[in-house]
């Protein structure tokens, strides 16, 4: 699997190819893969026991003795997999569809359609998504014929001909369709997080649906695996289009291609990619979308993955009642290329305007190997987030501004791949010497005794807290179905994994990290093989709001027993305290597992003292007066907990987290931190380096320019949060006892204390007594600089050049101060408008005008009293559809459509998500922060809840009409000063371009 590095710019309601991460690994760590002990034994065959009647058919399912998710693994007559776990912390279940087919399955003529295919699994069948499926199937197969016509046509101009044909054709066929009908209906039953990703290996469909719908999700699941219609296909197509460009415009992710196209030269891992090529995206067919679909979607290939709040026996009888008519079909055999060795580094190059670095990657067997075992056991020793040589020698040392190692561990193959960026003035190449050198000292043995001892142990621990999420539950089930192991022995891998002794491991180094490397330099620069994928011209199909199949209809009005809402009480549900300093304690008890959190917050940031961020960044490189700062980052490793500390602009979490059984040693340790660190000259002066470094990085990523440098001065002006930090003077001039002060007077601020964890509060606040060492009397929090926010008085349109093929568009328009009066009505708003796929502007935007991959809105209340709300609006899209994406945004924003059918879906949403929705363990206690900071004393939803029923469209439109249509806007644009029409940009208000340096202020 592959991490997603670049997150998307707002809340974005498409499609996003998100492969499931099953551990959570700590950020910097990057890895994707942690193990644990266990003592699995044989599976057994177990008759489920739970009917009366002698006609029930029974269901035998398997077990493994210890599992901790108590998972029953089921195999239907059809060949159906299903996994099932019982966990009732809230009463949803989180679904997972798996379908064992990725790209790696694509035809070599037809790449990205494994993906393609995907994205119209959300289309519906012939009962879904459709008002008249006989006259909509005879435009559709005449579509189908015209695309293959399309495909085999050289000519441009009969190309252009035939496409116009199929956009006319279309058209008639979108008028029998009803678009977003599947996100709809999952809405109306109350889903969230409808979503799917394809990776090499597989298509995987989620849903995290309430416990009482499981009829219904069962009905709607089976239907689409059972047929798939490729309706409203040029504009998913064009979608798709986005998607690539989005693609184009990522460094990283080209990167990460030219890494795999040269690590694997002969398999599909690098000869070809999910997304598939800019020709086989213009040449799409449609007969080949259906073949592959008819081979892999069917039931002997899939598996059901479920974890929640669930029934065994009547889940499973649900599920075959609708899955078990489907039929199996023999699937083709996959082959894989063997691959040649690599005898000596391949060296390439990727030129692009984000920052430099280096990724170097190596090629290790498949993922049921002991050798890919053992990988991941040397991506820890390298990279854990503590105290792998990565960790320490290069991030802890300085060495690099930023490095770590992450697994892409596979069926056929799995790499290992090291990455790292540059300090100013570093050569890459010195960066992958640094990195090689890294593994010459696995090679070699050169690390203490204890790491492997303890990666086991952290394994453990982060496995456990990792199964206090259902996502992660359920998508244990995916990776062992998608592996084709045997759960017992997907279990058993965590016992094996402690099994790996520091010999093997130096085998396997030596065996696999010789010159055998592909080393990919990113470069800051103009790419000169720069392509994007062309605009086709599109007439905008309807998407039929207030019609309905019969099949919606049907299972909508299917009867469901009502879940009613748990609203949080504070003062029942968080036991406050005092410690003998008088520093109040907020307590909530874990009663799961042996994990605890431990927080003190202070209401001060880098608002009161711009060095705060520095100091709490300082602190990972001081040590004590007994350890050295890597002797501390050892220890803490050792004993399975970990701590931070990181201020915001009016808020400062210390933070300590791991095994409870660690408490005390591990609280004692961090406070011998934190009261007496040990100023480091040196350590400052690289630090200071790396942020001056950080921060040119930072003015090259687009992510960065627009969603903080822009916004920041939007909202603001010039001198804002954002830019309110020290100058490069000032960061010079910088002694070490001057953040090590600051540090040493966290403790002395009024400050509060939250704690979720097993042991009792009296005991708690015994230990605190003693190991927190606090003043008699603690000092107030100094005076914070006020940033006034700016009115907008006029309409604006603020741009920055960036090279790149798409331009993203922000809509900002500033709205009240903080009102808990509306919350009800901006949540019901911000649900029907441009809160999912099933929204109005997901709809017109995507669906209908095809103008972009991402589209959203969103009115967004102040997170604190006496701050402004701000109704922000987003679009990605290619530069040449400017105009009409920000035309059609406007329109929406100035003129909301009306559509009682999908105001319904929306209260129903919101009402179902808060009946099922369970606040639980710590998030108990950040509920209580986030409510004070709004001068709550009670669980806002309950108004959201009680109020969003009764709430007609003519509410909706009061609130719109009030604070959004009409209103002055302030415009943000980031896109490649060639392209963009600046011409149309005018029509929205006066035109700036702004530098990077007025909106980054250096």
Known sequence: MIPLFLALPVASASIVKKP?????PAIAALSLTQCQTSKPVAATDTPSATTSSASQKEYKY????????????YTLDNGLTVY???????????????????SKNDPHNATGLAHYLEHMVFKGTSKLGTQNWAAEKVELDKIEALYEQYRAQTDVASRKKLYHQIDSVSSVAAKYAVANEYDKVMGAIGAKGSNAYTSVEQTVYQEDIPSNQIEKWAAIQSERLGEMVPRLFHTELEAVYEEKNRGLDSDFRKELEMLNRNLYQKHEY?????????????NPSITEIKKYFGQYYVPNNVALCLSGDLDYDQTIRVINQYFGKLQSKPVPAYTPAKESPITAPIVKEVIGPDAENVMLGYRFPGVATRDALVLRMLDKILTNGQAGLIDLNLNQKQAVLSAASFTDINNDYSSHILYATPRQGQKLEQVRDLLLGQLEKVKKGDFPEWLIPAIINNEQLQRTKSYESNEARAGAFVEAFVAREDWKDYLKQFDDFATITKEEVVRVANQYYGPSYVAVYKRTGQDPNKVKVVKPAITPVPVNREVASEFYKEVTNKSTPELQPVFLDYKKDIQETKLASGVPVFYTRNAENNLFNLYYVLDM????????????????????????????????????CSFAVSSGQDRIFVSLSGLDSNFEPALQLFESLINAPKPDAAALQNMVAGELKSRQDAKLNKGVILNQAMLNYAKYGSKNPFTSRLSEKELKALKPEQLTTLIKQIPTYQHRVLYYGPRPATGLVTTLNTDHKTPATLKAVPAAKDFAEQPMNARKVYWVDYNMVQAEILFLTKGDIYDKNIVPTVSLYNEYFGGSMGSIV????????????????????????????YNLSYIGTQSDKLPEAMAGMEALLNDMPVAEAN??????????????????????????????????????????YEKTQNMSFADLQKFQQAKVKGQNQTILVIGSKDRLNFKELAKYGQVQQLTLKEIFGY
């Open 605 to 640: 940031g880098t608002n009161n003292d711009p060095r705060l961020g520095l100091a709490a960044d300082y602190l990972q490189y001081l040590g004590t007066g007994k350890y050295t700062a890597e002797q501390l980052q050892q220890e803490f490793y050792k004993l399975g």
């Open 20 to 24: 499931f991460l099953l551990f959570l």
């Open 84 to 102: 099932l776990s019982d966990y009732d912390d809230a009463p949803r279940i989180q679904t997972y569809m798996a379908v064992r087919a990725g």
């Open 270 to 282: 690098g000869t070809q990619t999910t997304i598939g090529t800019i020709e086989h995206l213009q």
């Open 842 to 869: 997901f709809q017109e935007l995507r669906e209908s005008k095809a103008l972009a991959y991402s589209a959203s809105s969103r009115y967004a209340n102040a997170d604190k009293l006496g701050r402004s709300s």
């Open 62 to 73: 398997q077990t493994v003795e210890g599992d901790p998710l108590k998972a029953r693994i």
């Open 903 to 944: 105001l319904q879906i929306a209260k129903n949403a919101i009402r179902n998500s808060i009946a099922t929705e369970r606040i639980t363990k710590s998030d108990v206690l950040f509920s209580y922060e986030r409510a004070k900071r709004l001068g709550l004393d009670y669980d806002v939803r309950r108004d959201v």
